[in-house]
């Protein structure tokens, strides 16, 4: 069975994307700890970040860098945090946080329901400022 990352990334279920390409999808947590948290994952459905081909991996953190960038220029956090955790699907993917307070690293923190309004919102302030590429 697909995993639920696979199932939005086919349309299968719906997603805020804020980004796209061969290789992975950036889409907004429907969780967030901070408005505009986004998870970079790939299309391929690999469980364990450790086995993640190199070249993958590469590519999972440059588009990660990208919407960390894009971050803080629509949301102004301070920082970007990075977290790969992969408890609450078998599916490696890649939280990238505006990050105001170290806090904001901590799932415990995270919202649990956020209206698709809003997420909407975020998606489109948050595309504004990534390149066309994606």
């Given at each position: 069975?697909?995993?639920?990352?696979?199932?939005?990334?086919?349309?299968?279920?719906?997603?805020?994307?804020?980004?796209?390409?061969?290789?992975?999808?950036?889409?907004?947590?429907?969780?967030?700890?901070?408005?505009g948290?986004?998870?970079?994952?790939?299309?391929?459905?690999?469980?364990?970040?450790?086995?993640?081909?190199?070249?993958?991996?590469?590519?999972?953190?440059?588009?990660?860098?990208?919407?960390?960038?894009?971050?803080?220029?629509?949301?102004?956090?301070?920082?970007?945090?990075?977290?790969?955790?992969?408890?609450?699907v078998?599916?490696?993917?890649?939280?990238?946080?505006?990050?105001f307070?170290?806090?904001?690293?901590?799932?415990?923190?995270?919202?649990?329901?956020?209206?698709?309004?809003?997420?909407?919102?975020?998606?489109?302030?948050?595309?504004?400022?990534?390149?066309?590429?994606?």
């Amino acid at each position: 069975m697909p995993s639920v990352f696979s199932m939005i990334i086919n349309r299968d279920l719906p997603g805020h994307f804020v980004w796209e390409d061969d290789h992975c999808a950036a889409i907004l947590s429907i969780n967030p700890i901070q408005t505009g948290h986004a998870l970079v994952v790939p299309r391929a459905e690999i469980d364990h970040w450790l086995d993640v081909p190199p070249e993958l991996a590469a590519h999972l953190m440059v588009v990660s860098q990208v919407v960390g960038t894009a971050q803080m220029a629509a949301f102004g956090p301070p920082r970007v945090g990075l977290v790969i955790a992969g408890h609450e699907v078998p599916h490696t993917h890649l939280h990238v946080i505006p990050m105001f307070e170290i806090g904001d690293l901590s799932f415990a923190n995270a919202r649990a329901s956020v209206p698709p309004e809003e997420l909407a919102r975020a998606a489109e302030r948050l595309r504004s400022h990534l390149p066309s590429g994606g």
